[in-house]
């Protein structure tokens, strides 16, 4: 049965770090984070093929770091320099496509998502 489940979600003030992680049962090609504000359409913030090539927003180059670790099966996104306009729910994706990025249409299973609320 496929799975994914995040955690590691909370509320920080702004400038703050967070590390999210997505627990997964079978291995992936491509795995992502993507988040979704209120009133927003949900949009890819990161992404990792099993190579290793990682992806991201424009938003969170810098600030964001994507990776897994594929014994423990476990992926993650350290976020520092976090800022209220990241305030959304973050949900893992994964695909068994070789090159899906960051589009929502490209994965077809999702976590349950973790809230990130970030204040200023």
């Known amino acids: 049965q496929v799975q994914l489940v995040e955690s590691g979600g909370g509320a920080v003030q702004a400038g703050g770090s967070l590390r999210l992680s997505c627990a997964y049962t079978?291995?992936?090609?491509?795995m992502a984070w993507f988040r979704q504000a209120p009133g927003k359409e949900r949009e890819g913030v990161a992404h990792?093929?099993?190579?290793?090539?990682?992806g991201y927003q424009d938003s969170v180059k810098d600030r964001f770091t994507i990776s897994k670790d594929n014994t423990k099966k476990i992926l993650y996104l350290q976020m520092t320099g976090l800022k209220p306009e990241d305030t959304a729910m973050y949900y893992c994706?994964?695909?068994?496509?070789?090159?899906?990025?960051?589009?929502?249409?490209?994965?077809?299973?999702w976590g349950q998502g973790t809230q990130v609320t970030v204040s200023s």
């Open positions: 994706a994964a695909d068994g496509s070789i090159y899906a990025s960051l589009f929502a249409h490209e994965y077809g299973y």
């Open positions: 990792i093929w099993s190579s290793g090539l990682t």
């Open positions: 079978t291995r992936y090609y491509s």
